[in-house]
Every structure is written in C-alpha cells, then in structure tokens.
C-alpha cells in the first residue's frame, strides 16, 4: 500500500509542483500584468496614462499630483468640490465661477477645487467621492459625468475591471499565472467585440448618480448634478469616435441623450439640485455651439465656452434655495 499511496501523494501533488514551477519561469523573466495599465478605454490609451498619470487601485489612475493635492485641501474645509472627467480636468469652468462670485462680491475668497479626471466615469467618481472626497467635508459637491461611461469598454465594464485589480485578489492576485490568465481574457474578449459592453450601463450610472448624491448628503453637504452640454448633430458626428468610442456612429446623439436624462431623473427623483447644462447650451443657436463653444469633438469647450458655462452655473447657484444658502454662508464668512 505504501508505493501506492506514495504514487497517488506524487500524483496529486505534480499539478502544484509545475504550477511552482511555471510561476518562478515567470518571475525568473519578470513577467508582470497590471490590468489597471492595459485596459483600454476611448481615452486616455495605456501608453499615455503611464506618462501622465499614475496607478489607483481604486480609482484605475490619477494624475500624478493628485495626492498632494489632496493633502493640501485637508488644511482647510472647500466651499465646493467639482468632480468629473476630462471636461472638468482640463476644463476652465470652476475658475471663472469663482472669478464671477468674487467679481460680484469684492472681498470674498471662495474655497473652490476641481477633483475631476480625464477619462473617469461615474464609477470612478463614486470611489473617488468615497475614499478622497467625503473627507474633506466640502459644502458642496458637483457631478459631471456622462461621455465616458456610456463609451464602450474593452471588453470589460468598469466595474469589472476594477474586480481585477491585483489588490481585489489578495495574494492570487499576484501570482504571475493568474496574471497571465487575465492577459489572455483580455487578449480574448479584445478579439470579440462583437457585444462590447458600456463601461457603466445605464442602469449602474443611475444608481452610482443616486449613491453619490446620498452619501453627500448624509455628510452634511449639497450634492448639485451637472449634465453633459454638446454640439453634436445626428448626421455630423464625429468619425474618429467609431474608432474607440462607439460601434456605430448613429448610436452618438440617442445615447448621449439616454444617459443625460437619466441625470434629469434623478435629481427630480431625489430632489437634488440640477444645472441642467444641455439643455442650457442646446437653446443656443447651433452655429455658435459647433464655431464658438465647443471643440471639434463637441464633447469639449474652449474658453469662451467655459465662461458660458461658468455663467449658467453662475445661475442655478442663485435660482436653487439650498446652493444659495451655501453661496451665503461664504457671503457672510468673507465680510
């Protein structure tokens, strides 16, 4: 019997010894997957976010300042804190709000951050608000998502590829044959994009949207709901989005349009303060949205467009009771 068991013990145990030793192979070759890094999205591709930003295991990445900067805001409490993707990143819309509320009131030093990052989707910005956020204690908190969660993903929704991340799967999660498993998934789902899924379906960007607003609440402070402004027309839309952006270019103006009223719906439902953007811009004539506001992608504004903005914002804070009040308590602090 001994011979016997000892061959069933060998047996059993040449899977985990050729695993042992597939995985010192590996690391013998330093091979290492990040998903994080090579997950790709409409924007920013891997190769650009490893030169702009850093790694998050939560939030995918963040610009490389990103942490201090959140050190620095801890010195004292922000009257608003805007969150959003890259039209809040690289956008100029919370500077010129707070350069007309001073205009209007001489003296007054308004607290205001932007915390939005290029490519983020409403998941993001909810792990965001969670984790870095919340804890500052702002007043109030904007929302502006939209273009990026409803973008289709690689093959992986956004949720999911945050299920990825190495920290998600302690100690597995770091082994290099699970690494390589995951590269091989995903080399898989990116030669069967027949169904690509949106990075955040409808259905979760409604409830990431509700669970935002809720946690702001329960902190103390205004959640306020941007919605997404743009130029595009059915029949004008921009080609190059099909390439990363979209499987059919018809598909742009309907689905921009779906997730923007799913915003509207929530903040009726909930009661929460909404600067409805879109429909501010769409009663614009349409020659000054494609030649004077937007961008050529007409996702994105030029300067003389965030001014626009930054003056319909300037409006909702003085039309909604709850922004107002928040606008006169800094009033009253600033003399």
Not at 146 to 166: C, I, Q, S, T, Y
Not at 171 to 188: C, P, S, T
Not at 285 to 292: C, K, S
Not at 310 to 315: G, I, M, T
């Amino acid at each position: 019997m001994r011979p016997l068991a000892a061959r069933l013990a060998l047996f059993a145990a040449s899977p985990i010894v050729g695993l042992a030793l597939a995985e010192a192979i590996f690391r013998l070759f330093s091979f290492e997957f990040d998903p994080m890094l090579r997950v790709e999205f409409g924007w920013p591709k891997p190769e650009i976010r490893e030169k702009l930003y850093l790694t998050d295991p939560d939030l995918f990445w963040v610009p490389k300042h990103y942490r201090e900067r959140l050190e620095a805001m801890k010195t004292g409490r922000p009257d608003i804190v805007f969150l959003g993707d890259s039209c809040t990143e690289f956008g100029s819309y919370p500077r010129w709000f707070r350069e007309r509320i001073e205009a209007e009131h001489p003296g007054l030093e308004l607290a205001v951050e932007k915390l939005g990052v290029a490519g983020w989707t409403s998941y993001q910005g909810l792990e965001q608000l969670k984790r870095d956020v919340l804890p500052l204690r702002p007043r109030v908190v904007s929302f502006y998502f939209g273009w990026n969660d409803h973008w289709v993903g690689f093959g992986l929704d956004d949720r999911a590829v945050h299920a990825m991340r190495p920290d998600g799967l302690p100690i597995v999660g770091r082994l290099r044959i699970v690494q390589l498993f995951f590269r091989i998934r995903l080399a898989w789902l990116a030669d069967h994009r027949v169904e690509r899924p949106r990075r955040v379906s409808p259905e979760d960007f409604r409830s990431n949207l509700r669970t935002m607003a809720r946690l702001t609440r329960e902190m103390g402070a205004v959640p306020l709901m941007l919605t997404a402004p743009t130029s595009h027309e059915f029949g004008r839309e921009p080609r190059y989005l099909v390439e990363r952006w979209l499987t059919d270019l018809r598909d742009l103006v309907p689905l921009h349009q779906r997730y923007v009223s799913i915003v509207r719906e929530v903040a009726v439902k909930d009661e929460i303060p909404l600067c409805d953007l879109a429909a501010d811009f769409a009663a614009l004539p349409q020659a000054d949205l494609t030649y004077r506001y937007f961008k050529r992608d007409g996702m994105h504004l030029v300067r003389e467009g965030y001014e626009k903005l930054a003056e319909f914002l300037y409006a909702c804070f003085q039309r909604e009771p709850e922004l107002r009040r928040v606008w006169t308590r800094a009033v009253s602090a600033g003399g």
